[in-house]
C-alpha cells in the first residue's frame, strides 16, 4: 500500500542547503521518498528543540551537520532513520520557505 501526499508545485527546484556537500544515494532517495509523508505539526517539534530565535531550517541544517559528522565518524549513536528524518524536514522547510506568501 503506497500513500502519496504531494507537496504544492514550484516555480523551480529548491536546492538542498547541505547540496555543497556529499551524501550517500540511498540517504538521499531515502529522504526524497519520506517527503511526501511529512506532517510539519507532528514531525517539526519531535525533531527540533528551538533554540532563541533560530528558525526550523536554521535548527535543522545544525542537526543535519551533526547526524553527518557521526555517520562519517561511525559514531555508535548514529541513526541512519534520525538522519532520514531530518532530511525530510529539511527538503519541506526548504520548500515552504521557498513559496510565496
Known sequence: MSYSFPLPPLA????????????????LNAARHGVPLY??????????????GQSP???LTEAEARAETARRSGQ??????????ILVALMVEQRLTALPD
Do not use: C, K, M, N
Not at 523551480?12 to 540517504?27: F, I, N
Open 57 to 59: 531550517l536554521d535548527t
Open 12 to 27: 523551480q527546484p529548491v536546492p538542498l542547503p547541505v547540496a555543497d556537500r556529499r551524501r550517500p544515494r540511498l540517504l
Open 76 to 85: 555508535a549513536s548514529y541513526s541512519f532513520a534520525r538522519h532520514i528524518e
Open 39 to 52: 506532517r510539519r505539526d507532528r514531525d517539526l517539534p519531535r525533531l527540533v528543540a528551538r533554540g532563541l
